[in-house]
Nanobody, 123 residues
C-alpha cells in the first residue's frame, strides 16, 4: 500500500485547510486510514481515523469540532478538513493505514505511511 499526503501549507490562525491522502496498491489489505501529526520536539500523535467501508470515525480531543475526516472509496482518497486552525496545530501531518479498528490511536501499529505534509499556522 502506498500513501501520498498533500495539501499542507502556511495559513493564519482561524483559517481552514484541507489535506488529502491518496492510496494505491493493495488497499484491500487495510480497513482503516488515519491522520497523525508530529510537531518539532514532540511525539507523533493521533489526529483522526476513518474506516474505508463503514465510515466509522474517531477524533483526538484537541481537534474535535474543528477537523472532519472523510474518504472517497472510488478515488481511494482520504481527506482532512481543518477549520479554525490554531498555532498549536502546526506540525507535519502524516496519513497511515492498517487493518485495525478506528479506535486504535497508537501510531506504532499502523503498517503503511505517507511521506507527510507540513502545516504551519501563524498567530
Amino acid at each position: 500500500v502506498q500513501l501520498q499526503a498533500f495539501g499542507g501549507g502556511l495559513v493564519q490562525a482561524g483559517d481552514s485547510l484541507r489535506l488529502s491522502c491518496a492510496a494505491s496498491g493493495r488497499t484491500f489489505s487495510t480497513n482503516t486510514i488515519a491522520w497523525f501529526r508530529q510537531a518539532p520536539g514532540k511525539e507523533r500523535e493521533f489526529v483522526a481515523a476513518i474506516s474505508w467501508s463503514g465510515g466509522r470515525t474517531n477524533y483526538a480531543d484537541p481537534v474535535k469540532g474543528r477537523f472532519t475526516i472523510s474518504r472517497d472509496n472510488a478515488k481511494k482518497t482520504m481527506y482532512l478538513q481543518m477549520n479554525s486552525l490554531k498555532p498549536e496545530d502546526t506540525a507535519v501531518y502524516y496519513c497511515a493505514a492498517a487493518y485495525i479498528d478506528t479506535s486504535v490511536t497508537t501510531w506504532g501499529v499502523y503498517d503503511y505511511w505517507g511521506q507527510g505534509t507540513q502545516v504551519t499556522v501563524s498567530s
